[in-house]
């Protein structure tokens, strides 16, 4: 392991001045599940690693402010897995943490830590994108907001700028009736990143909104305002050819050790379709197939 200084600052202000002295040569640790491993391996090797454990605002929190679920950078997995307000309003971000690597790892795993790493296969990213969440980040200019859907560039790679870090994500409380669902594709079960990731959400004005991941560099979010997709009686057949159409985007890596392109391709609508299934009839109250 490079050998590196350790700082561990007691506010925003200590950590933002740390990570803008440093630049690219500072790395935060939250629960340190991806950073570790990058520091282990040296793929990582920073002059300064700034631990935010001590930061007061950054300690893990879920609460509803002014129609918004704030969830605070410091919030860890499980903590999201078993929030009831997310079970209820939120069922697949609930669900996406409950699938992150096993019991130790969500114990320690931050959802802020899991979009900042951005791995294009983070179980969290689609769940986001499709309640439209914003990441608000924090730094030398103080804070600002970005939607999530213009946060990830590529893996490790996002468009936090120099010197900022992030304080908490916040997803817009549904207007309307809404069911959603998250589902993955995995070589096993049990601990292991996901081959595809996929969540759809749909609510009761007729709107679809699906995203994806593992299958391209970053995840992606479409939107069908057709009516056809949240139509519980349209048939599979009307919906199949509007789903290929959001899933045009795909361009999975045939360097990926997890799963081919052709076989990521062919699952990607089999996934699409099992999560409407299941968005529709939580939105229905009815039957999930
Ligand atoms: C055995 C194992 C299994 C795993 N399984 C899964 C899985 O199934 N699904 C999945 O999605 N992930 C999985 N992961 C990856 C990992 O657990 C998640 O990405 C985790 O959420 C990262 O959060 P962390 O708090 O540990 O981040 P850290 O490792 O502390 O940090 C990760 C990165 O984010 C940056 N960062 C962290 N917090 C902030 C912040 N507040 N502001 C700005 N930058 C920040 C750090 O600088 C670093 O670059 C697994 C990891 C392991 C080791």
Redesign the pocket.
């Known amino acids: 392991m490079h050998p590196f200084r350790y700082a561990r600052p007691s506010s925003l202000a200590e950590a933002v001045a740390l990570l803008d002295e440093h630049g690219p040569q500072a790395?935060?640790?939250?629960?340190?599940?991806?950073?570790?491993?990058?520091l282990r391996d040296r793929t990582?090797e920073p002059d300064v690693v700034i631990d935010?454990k001590r930061i007061p605002d950054?300690e893990p929190r879920i609460r509803l402010v002014d129609g918004r679920l704030v969830i605070s950078?410091g919030t860890?997995?499980s903590d999201i897995e078993s929030d009831a307000t997310i079970a209820e309003l939120f069922t697949a971000l609930a669900e996406s943490a409950a699938?992150?690597?096993?019991v130790q790892?969500r114990n320690?795993?931050?959802?802020?830590?899991?979009i900042?790493?951005a791995?294009p296969?983070?179980?969290?990213a689609p769940p986001l994108l499709v309640h439209r969440a914003e990441v608000v980040?924090f730094g030398p200019r103080g804070a600002r907001r970005i939607p999530i859907r213009e946060f990830f560039v590529r893996s490790?790679q996002t468009t936090?700028q120099r010197g900022?870090?992030?304080?908490a994500v916040e997803l817009p409380l549904p207007d309307r009736r809404t069911g959603d669902s998250y589902v993955r594709l995995t070589r096993r079960r049990g601990?292991?990143?996901?081959s595809i990731t996929m969540c759809c959400a749909v609510d009761a004005s007729g709107s679809t909104r699906l995203a994806y991941g593992s299958v391209g560099p970053k995840p992606l979010v479409f939107a069908d305002e057709s009516g056809v997709l949240a139509d519980p009686a349209a048939p599979d057949e009307a919906k199949a050819p509007i789903l290929e159409t959001m899933l045009a985007e795909a361009s999975p890596s045939a360097g990926s050790v997890r799963a081919s392109p052709e076989y990521r391709l062919a699952m990607l609508p089999v996934l699409a379709m099992r999560a409407l299934h299941t968005a529709l009839g939580r939105l229905g109250g009815g039957q999930v197939r």
């Not at 320690?108 to 899991?114: D, E, I, P, V």
């Open positions: 790395q935060i640790i939250a629960g340190g599940t991806d950073l570790v491993i990058g990582l935010l950054l950078a860890v997995m699938v992150v690597g096993s790892i320690r795993a931050t959802l802020a830590g899991n900042c790493n791995s296969a983070a179980d969290t980040a490790r936090l900022e870090l992030v304080t601990t292991d990143l996901a």
